[in-house]
């Protein structure tokens, strides 16, 4: 979808971008303990509680809760937690349990172990689902996680529209770029000689129906196809050294039993991590949604 002649994502409207780009980097966190929240059972929020989570939501597009849930690995804690927040549509996407929700753990047998979100192996910079089909699109991510890595395993976090605002400062024609239709593709996925996956093809910045950003990326750099276009390749290098940068609105931080990520699938990374003897293996849950947070569409438009 292209931004409408009344948007601040609309490129011909310079004054209602810097006007909300200004209110945004104001009102933007800047320290990871802005975006905590302490709850006591995520399944069953108080008032305050919800309200203290959407409203860093609207501020960061994310929020993390600490809760007194502990290494409880009961796995309807963050679908409770969504169905809070309007998430109620689940993607039920390749490798992910039948209930949708997939534990994020070491895997040893089956297919999972030949993908890197099911090994101890670090992973780049993305959006979740990057590869799903338009009417598929991920746009609401919770992580919960039971029993943190040994050592290691972390996150770092980035809101979207804070990539948005960095490109479009260092220039506009990065965004359109972005946004072409044509911008990044990925390839089909074959298992046993036959397309499991077709090939995706699509924008990286786009609008949702309701007038909010949404951003499909990875920094993976194989099976990944960009359109041949200079301004792209150059918006891509851009994207690629705000990622690699120390800049203060990229968080780090490490989810430790009972602790979770509500968030409108911000780019995120993690770290490499090990599972010692001794220690519970890393066990996360995720669980990707087709609606972002219920609350935060508003948040996007001046």
Request: contains cysteine.
């Given at each position: ?256 039993s009972g602790m ?5 699938n911000v780019l ?35």
């Amino acid at each position: 979808m292209n931004p409408d002649s009344t948007s601040h994502f609309d490129l011909h409207q310079p004054d209602a971008y810097r006007a909300w780009r200004d209110r945004k980097l104001a009102d933007h966190p800047v320290r990871l303990e802005e975006l905590v929240v302490e709850v006591r059972d995520p399944r069953s929020l108080t008032a305050a509680e919800h309200d203290a989570l959407l409203e860093r939501c609207r501020r960061a597009n994310m929020a993390v809760y600490a809760s007194r849930c502990g290494a409880d690995p009961d796995k309807s804690i963050p679908a409770a937690l969504g169905r809070q927040f309007g998430l109620l549509h689940l993607d039920h996407n390749w490798l992910a349990d039948e209930d949708a929700i997939t534990p994020l753990a070491v895997s040893r047998t089956g297919a999972r172990p030949g993908y890197i979100p099911y090994t101890d192996r670090p992973i780049r910079w993305h959006t979740d689902g990057y590869y799903n089909p338009p009417g598929r699109q991920v746009r609401g991510l919770l992580l919960h996680c039971v029993h943190p890595a040994a050592r290691g395993g972390g996150n770092a976090l980035l809101d979207p529209e804070i990539a948005y605002i960095h490109l479009r400062d260092c220039d506009p024609a990065y965004i359109a770029a972005l946004m072409h239709p044509q911008a990044m593709s990925i390839p089909a996925r074959e298992e046993n000689g036959a397309v499991a996956r077709a090939e995706v093809t699509g924008p990286v910045f786009s609008l949702t129906p309701e007038g909010a950003l949404h951003m499909r990326y990875t920094a993976r750099r194989h099976n990944i196809r960009w359109r041949d276009e200079a301004v792209l390749r150059e918006a891509v290098a851009c994207l690629e050294r705000l990622l690699a940068s120390d800049h203060p609105a990229i968080f780090r931080a490490r989810l430790e039993s009972g602790m979770g990520l509500l968030s409108n699938n911000v780019l995120h990374d993690r770290a490499g991590f090990e599972d010692l003897p001794g220690h519970p293996p890393r066990l996360l849950y995720r669980a990707r949604y087709h609606e972002r947070v219920r609350g935060t569409a508003g948040s996007a438009r001046t």
